[in-house]
Structures are given as C-alpha cells and as structure tokens.
C-alpha cells in the first residue's frame, strides 16, 4: 500500500540547465551488468533499458572505447560501426520515456585480464603495476588482473584519440553526450592515483601530470562532441580496484573540479561515500561543489530522503541511484509513492541473460 505521498519532491521535479533539460532529477548510474556477448549491446540490453526509461537521466554501464579498454566479460564497446549501430536501439528505447542517456565511456586499463578481451587487445596502463584484483574470466574462471605494459606518450596521445572517436560514435549513435569514467580505479583513475602511476614524464609525479590524461582527454572529446554534452565521473577517496589512499587527494580533486569547470563541462558527477565519512572528505565535497559551478551529481548509497534533502539543501543538483533500479526498473514512481523498494539478487548482477536484468516487474500500484 502506499504510504507517504513524496510527488512534491524537488527530486521528482524538472530539471534545465545549459543544455541538460531532464523530466527529474533522479539519475540511473552506470552499471556494468554484463550481457553483452559479442562486445555489444543486444536486444535483451534494449529492453533493461527501456524499463528504466522514467528517470531523468540514464547513464549506461561501461563501455570502452578500444578493445584495449575492454577488460570485464560480456561487457560492451563503442569502437566499431557495428557497435555504434547496435546502441542505436538502446537510445530509442531510453528516448521512448522521455529519458536522456549518456554513454559511460570506461578504458579499464589494467583492471583487465586476457581472457575477456578479443585477439589482438592489450593491457596498458600508466605504469607497468598489475592490481593487486581478481576477475572473472568465462573460460578461466577467477583470475588475477593482468600485468599491464606501460604506456609510452604515443599511447597516450592513441588512447585520447579513442576516447574522441567513441564519443562520436556515442551521439551518432543518439546518445545525449558521454560521460568519461575517472572513478573506481579504471584507467583514468590510475592515472591520478600515484600509487598507480610512477611514470616520470608530464603524465606523472605532480598533481598537474596526474590529472593531465583526464583533463586533455575531457577537452579533446568536448571539442569533438561539445561540451555540453559531456559528462565527467569521479570517486575521491576510492580504494575499490587497488586504489590505495595518498596524501594529496583534495588537491588533486580541487585540481581536476577547476580544470572541468574551466572546460565547461555538463556535469560533475561524484560517488561521495568515501568522502563524507571524514571531515576532510566532506570539506571536499564542499570545495569540488563551490568550484564547480555547473550541473553536479552526486552518487552512492542514497534513498529517496537523502536525495531529496540533498537537491533542497543544494549539495547536488542530481541524484544518481545504482542498486535501487536493478530490483524497481519503474524506481521513479516508487519514488513518488512512498512504497519499499524491491532489493535485488546480487548473485545476478553480472550473469548472462535475462534473469535478474529484466525480469523484476514494475510494481507501481495503479492507484495512488
Ligand atoms: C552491478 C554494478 C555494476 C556497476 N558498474 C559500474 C560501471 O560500469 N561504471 C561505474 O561508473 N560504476 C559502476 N558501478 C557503481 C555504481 O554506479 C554506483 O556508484 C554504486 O552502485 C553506488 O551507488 P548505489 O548505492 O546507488 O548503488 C556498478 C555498481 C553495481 C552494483
């Protein structure tokens, strides 16, 4: 039975700013669910989406911009004309409920293993420091995260270029704009975390080096795509994926909210957990939030109440919700009732087939 009556909600409101007009301001966030057989999206992939396709804003799983930057199984790209032309289908059925969608951009770097990549894929990454990471592998079961070669700056300058040449893809393809993933310990992040990144060159050692790959990468692709159509994610004080915790963090996260700001990026996109459990985390938030001055998303363990409380208190602009619209695809009237969400079967996040992608059923009661 419904209980509460939340359809007053700034969160359930519109949303326009430059350039971003949004039916709410409740974000799906980017997850990785592992069906895409082939390395790209398929009818069954269409069809998670379109059941979602209420929120404001949909942000796909990962998808990598090379097969250099593919690294989990069954996970998609956006490097081939066959790949673009299969997004295609996802964008219609996200548009069909008035959601706009973005398309993660993910180069995994060294978060990879040899078995989920095609022939000829390599693993690279800032410096040559396997992750001390397991991945399942299809055909080998669990493996340890391969070592990855060190990139030269000819590498570099190739893994940008992939990055322009996907996003194009991405809005030929009718995605909204993309989003770069610089958070949880993927390549970009490796870039900026100097645990994982000894390199000795522009791309190293200081926090302008560090945050260097990011910030062209981001001011290349916004001036192929535009930047108001591009989205960058970030995770400050993540240690998921053998991100150890160093002693410039805030620095270098003011650094990078600057550098976005300065390019005039769409939107900040933020996974806050790991930060507000410390003073020093939450003061950071704050200076990313006051030096970033366009749309700011915020992520990471949020309900319908903390949501709300942080668009009205103007933390975030929007809230982007993970686990909760695997079991509630229809999460947004949920939202607007009141009703307990769903809680989903974790032992079918990342499993092949339909079980556990699209067989949660909308629970919305007709009345309300
Ligand atoms: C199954 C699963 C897959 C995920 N895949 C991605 C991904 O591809 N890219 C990404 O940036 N974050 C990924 N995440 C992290 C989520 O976007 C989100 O940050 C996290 O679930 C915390 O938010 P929540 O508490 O609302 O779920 C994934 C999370 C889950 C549960």
């Not at 069906?35 to 269409?46: K, M, S, V, W």
């Not at 379109?50 to 998808?63: D, F, S, V």
């Not at 993933?181 to 645990?195: D, S, T, V």
Request: aromatic share 8%; net charge negative.
């Amino acid at each position: 039975m419904s209980t509460h009556d939340h359809s007053s909600y700034k969160l359930l409101s519109t949303f326009k700013n430059k350039g971003l007009e949004l039916q709410n301001r409740v974000v799906m966030a980017p997850m990785t669910r592992s069906r895409a057989t082939g390395f790209e999206p398929n009818d069954l992939i269409a069809e998670y989406y379109r059941q979602r396709n209420t929120a404001g804003l949909i942000i796909t799983e990962g998808n990598a911009p090379s097969a250099n930057g593919l690294g989990y199984p069954r996970t998609p790209g956006i490097f081939t004309g066959s790949q673009s032309e299969a997004w295609k289908k996802v964008t219609r059925a996200a548009h069909e409920g008035g959601a706009k969608i973005f398309n993660q951009l993910m180069h995994a770097g060294r978060i990879a293993h040899t078995a989920n990549t095609p022939e000829g894929a390599e693993i690279v990454a800032p410096s040559a420091i396997a992750a001390a990471a397991d991945l399942w592998t299809d055909t080998q079961g669990m493996q340890k995260a391969g070592t990855p070669r060190a990139m030269t700056i000819d590498d570099i300058r190739q893994a940008t270029g992939e990055f322009v040449e996907a996003a194009t893809n991405a809005i030929a393809a009718g995605f909204d704009g993309v989003e770069l993933h610089g958070a949880n310990g993927y390549l970009i992040e490796q870039f900026i975390n100097p645990n994982s990144n000894k390199r000795e060159d522009a791309y190293g050692g200081s926090i302008e080096n560090r945050g260097r790959f990011l910030l062209e990468t981001a001011k290349a692709v916004g001036e192929a795509i535009g930047f108001e159509k591009l989205g960058v994610r970030l995770s400050p004080y993540n240690i998921y994926n053998d991100m150890d915790a160093y002693i410039d963090t805030p620095d270098m996260y003011r650094h990078l909210a600057e550098g976005l700001q300065k390019l005039g990026i769409v939107y900040l996109h933020i996974i806050d957990r790991a930060p507000l459990e410390t003073q020093e985390g939450q003061q950071l938030v704050k200076d990313m939030r006051r030096l970033f001055t366009n749309t700011m998303i915020v992520n990471g363990g949020y309900d319908t109440h903390r949501a709300e409380k942080a668009i009205t208190e103007g933390t975030a602009d929007l809230v982007a919700f993970g686990v909760p619209f695997i079991a509630n695809p229809d999460l947004v009237a949920i939202m607007k009732t009141g009703e307990e969400w769903a809680q989903p079967d974790p032992s079918t996040f990342f499993s092949a087939g339909p079980e556990g992608l699209t067989d949660y059923p909308a629970r919305t009661l007709a009345e309300v």
